[in-house]
C-alpha cells in the first residue's frame, strides 16, 4: 500500500502525523545510509557512502560517526577503528558548506552547529585511544582532511587528491589546520594554506601529511590483514602498514613535485606578514615566483590574514586551543562577505570571479583580522 494511498484515505490530524513520521524515517535512513558503521572483528569500520557527492561531509553524517566513535573508544572489544569510503574517487572531497552558507545567510543554526561538531568529531579522532587508519583513497580536501589527518595513520595511494583550497572561497584552512599545518616541514603548510596547491600520490607522503603510502588494489588485502589482528595497537598497526608501504614500488622513484622549490617555499614564504610574502615573490621574479604571486592575488585578501595568523598562533597552540581558535575563526567568517562570495562564486554560480570585500589585503585591517579570533559568548567546548 502506497503512502500516497493511506494519507488520501486518512483524517487531517492523522494525516499530518504519518507524513512528519514517514519524513523523520527518511532522515533518519539517510543519515545511515550516507555513513555506514560495522563491526568487523575487533576493529570498528567507518565507510563514508555518498560517492556521488564525493562523500561531502554534512551535519547527519557527523551525528552519525561521532558517538559510534565515543563507543568504540570506551569498548573492550574494538581495538582499532578503520575509515574508509566508497566510490574509489573520493574520500571525502569537503563539507557540505553550501548548505553552510544557505543557513548562514538566513541565521540558520545548521551554521553554527555544522562547525561546532564537526571540529568535536575531528578533535575526537585527534585524541582517540585507539589505532586510527584512514584510508584516504581519491580526493581528500577540507572536511575529509579533518576525517584522516589527525589520526595515527594515513594510508594514501596513487588515486589521492589532497588539498586544503579554502583560501579561494573566503575562508581558512580549518578542521584542524592551525594544528598539522604549522607542524609539517620548514613553511610548507603555510604554503599550501595560502596557495592551495594540490598534493597527488606519493606527494601526499613526501609532505608528511599520509603516514603510509600503497597501491589502491592492495586496500582490501590491506584492511583484511588489519581486522585481523587479535589485539591491535599503534605497534601491530604500524608493522602492517609499514610492510604494504616498503613494498610498494609504484612511483618509487618519482620525486617531490616540489622538491626543487622547498627552499624557496621556506625562504619566500617566512615573511611576517601576507603582504612581506607578496613583496618578497615579486622581488624574487622567477618564473615559479611570479605564479605563486598570481595564484595569491585571486585568493580572498582576508582569508589569506586570518590564515596565515592561524598558523602563527597554531605552532604553539595545544591541540585543543586549535579548534577553540578555528570555532571562533569559523563564526567570523559567517558574519562576514567573501565566504558567501567565495562559494558563490565557485561552487553556485561557477564563474570563478569573486568580488571580495575588501578586495586588496591593505583593505583588510588589524581590527577586522581581529574579530575573527575573540571569545564568542557560546565558545566550543571540547
Known amino acids: 500500500m502506497s503512502l500516497q494511498f493511506v494519507l488520501t484515505r486518512a483524517a487531517p490530524a492523522r494525516r499530518s502525523r504519518l507524513l512528519l513520521r514517514h519524513l523523520r524515517a527518511m532522515s533518519s535512513s539517510t543519515a545511515a545510509d550516507e555513513v555506514i558503521l560495522e563491526k568487523n572483528k575487533n576493529a570498528g569500520v567507518i565507510t563514508l557512502n555518498r560517492p556521488k557527492a ?56 545548521l551554521a553554527v552547529n555544522f562547525f561546532r561538531e564537526e571540529y568535536i568529531l575531528n578533535h575526537a579522532i585527534g585524541t582517540l585511544k585507539k589505532p586510527y587508519v584512514a584510508f584516504i583513497h581519491g580526493i ?36 584542524g589546520g592551525g594544528y598539522f599545518l604549522p607542524r609539517l616541514p620548514g613553511k610548507l603548510g603555510l604554503y599550501l594554506a595560502l596557495t592551495g596547491y594540490r598534493l597527488k600520490g606519493r606527494d601526499v607522503h613526501h609532505a608528511g601529511v599520509a603516514t603510509h603510502f600503497i597501491e589502491s588494489e592492495k586496500l582490501p588485502q590491506l584492511e583484511e590483514e588489519l581486522v585481523g589482528l587479535s589485539a591491535a595497537d599503534d605497534n601491530s598497526v604500524g608493522q602492517i602498514l609499514d610492510r604494504y608501504h616498503s613494498q610498494c614500488k609504484l612511483d618509487a622513484d618519482k620525486p617531490f613535485s616540489l622538491i626543487d622549490h622547498r627552499g624557496d617555499i621556506d625562504r619566500l614564504f617566512g615573511g611576517e606578514s601576507v603582504e612581506q610574502i607578496l613583496l618578497d615573490l615579486e622581488k624574487e621574479g622567477s618564473e615559479w615566483s611570479l605564479q605563486q604571486l598570481e595564484t595569491l592575488k585571486k585568493m580572498s585578501p582576508t582569508s589569506m590574514k586570518i590564515t596565515h595568523r592561524q598558523l602563527v598562533k597554531g605552532k604553539t597552540a595545544s591541540f585543543s586551543d586549535v579548534f577553540l581558535m578555528e570555532y571562533r575563526m569559523s563564526q567570523g567568517c559567517i558574519r562576514g562577505h567573501d565566504f558567501y562570495e567565495g562559494v558563490r562564486a565557485v561552487l553556485v554560480d561557477k564563474d570563478h570571479t569573486p568580488k571580495w570585500k575588501p578586495d586588496t589585503l591593505k583593505g583588510v585591517t588589524l581590527d577586522m583580522v581581529d574579530e575573527h579570533f575573540k571569545p564568542l559568548p557560546n565558545d566550543l567546548k571540547l
Open 54 to 109: 564525493l562523500n561531502a561531509l554534512n551535519l547527519s553524517m557527523i551525528r552519525t560517526i561521532y558517538p559510534k566513535l565515543q563507543e568504540w573508544n570506551t569498548d573492550p572489544g574494538t581495538s582499532m577503528v578503520i575509515i574508509k569510503a566508497a566510490g574509489g574517487k573520493a574520500f571525502c572531497a569537503g563539507g557540505d558548506i553550501k548548505a553552510v552558507t544557505d543557513a548562514g545567510k538566513v541565521g540558520d543554526s
Open 140 to 175: 581528500t580536501m577540507g572536511g575529509g582532511v579533518g576525517l584522516s589527518v589527525h589520526g595515527k595513520f594515513r594510508v594514501a595511494t596513487e588515486k589521492t587528491l589532497f588539498a586544503m583550497p579554502e583560501t579561494a572561497i573566503g575562508l581558512f584552512p580549518d578542521v
